[in-house]
């Protein structure tokens, strides 16, 4: 069984900075294409950022210059770094990874964490 735990949500004033981890545990896996992923109260779940299993990187264009995502595949964690953050990028952030069991792929989502950005 794998699991998927974001963390690093928080409070945080216009212009400051933090960092969400996700991390997938288990056995017997490996993971490809991981994406960030965020819905404010009444909108639709949007990408932010994704991260391929070789490092290719794709950003929304609202966060491009302000966001990082990167990945430890030693241990199996995705980060995104978010920084000058604006009130706008209030919402609960989701990872989705998509995870390699045997010779099937399969989608994973997180619990999500909440952002929010405030003074």
């Known amino acids: 069984q794998v699991q998927l735990v974001e963390s690093g949500g928080g409070l945080v004033q216009p212009g400051g900075s933090l960092r969400l981890s996700c991390a997938a545990s288990?056995?017997?896996?490996?993971?490809?294409?991981v994406g960030w992923y965020r819905q404010a109260p009444g909108k639709q779940r949007e990408l932010v950022a994704s991260?391929?299993?070789?490092?290719?990187?794709n950003y929304a264009d609202s966060v491009k210059g302000r966001f990082t995502i990167s990945r430890d595949n030693a241990k199996n964690t995705v980060y995104l770094q978010m920084n000058s953050l604006e009130p706008e990028d209030t919402a609960v952030y989701y990872c989705?990874?998509?995870?390699?069991?045997?010779?099937?792929?399969?989608?994973?989502w997180g619990q999500g964490t909440q952002v929010t950005v405030s003074s």
């Open positions: 288990g056995s017997g896996f490996s993971i490809n294409d």
């Open positions: 991260i391929t299993s070789v490092g290719i990187t």
């Open positions: 989705n990874a998509m995870v390699v069991i045997g010779v099937f792929q399969y989608s994973y």
